[in-house]
């Protein structure tokens, strides 16, 4: 089940770190307790996601990232008829209890700004709003303070991750790599609730 990268109509950006991010996101979902589905990253314009806001969410501001959960109950969930929405449907037998799966939409014009705005490098914030989609699948919320505090924490424990990763890649062919550390602590100037 994979972790694929696409671009929306209209935006042309070349995600470099495709091979690492799936592996740091790897790392992220099995130490949550997850396994992976299917999860499709789609990098679109400001403008793309904007409307999406509108037309999916019912909000009209701009935000960096939207995550649409298509998670399914497994076989050995124990969902009742009534938290399912009352539906009769059977769980989905082929899909083991824990496998998370959906789409990302991220608003790379947006990403570009904050990243800008806080003096952090593209690259470090654009990995930051990957995990925070990954983590929304997880079932963490960001919509109260202290679910902020414990999102902002895990994104910064994850994001660690892609510095061992860069280490290794780079010691692999012999160069000393460095990476700048994110935002920690730091709340976003634009990132919205989804």
């Not at 994979?2 to 770190?17: D, K, L, Q, V």
Request: hydrophobic fraction near 35%; charge should be negative.
């Amino acid at each position: 089940m994979p972790i694929t990268f696409h671009n929306s109509e209209g935006c042309n950006f070349r995600y470099a770190g495709r091979r690492e991010t799936r592996l740091v996101l790897l790392g992220c979902i099995a130490a949550e307790g997850f396994l992976l589905g299917d999860i499709d990253v789609v990098f679109c314009t400001s403008a793309f996601l904007l409307q999406m806001n509108r037309d999916w969410l019912g909000h009209d501001y701009h935000t960096d990232i939207i995550t649409f959960d298509y998670t399914l109950p497994g076989a050995d969930d124990s969902l009742s008829e009534s938290s399912r929405g009352g539906s009769s449907l059977p769980a989905v037998f082929d899909v083991p209890r824990g496998t998370i799966s959906g789409e990302l939409y991220i608003d790379v014009e947006t990403v570009r700004d904050n990243a800008a705005e806080m003096e952090l490098k593209f690259e470090n914030e654009m990995h930051r709003v990957v995990l925070h989609g990954v983590l929304h699948l997880c079932g963490y919320g960001d919509k109260t303070p202290e679910e902020e505090v414990r999102m902002r924490g895990l994104e910064d424990k994850y994001l660690r991750l892609f510095e061992v990763t860069a280490r290794e890649a780079g010691a692999e062919k012999g160069e000393k790599v460095t990476v700048k550390k994110g935002r920690t602590g730091k709340k976003p100037t634009r990132r919205d609730k989804e």
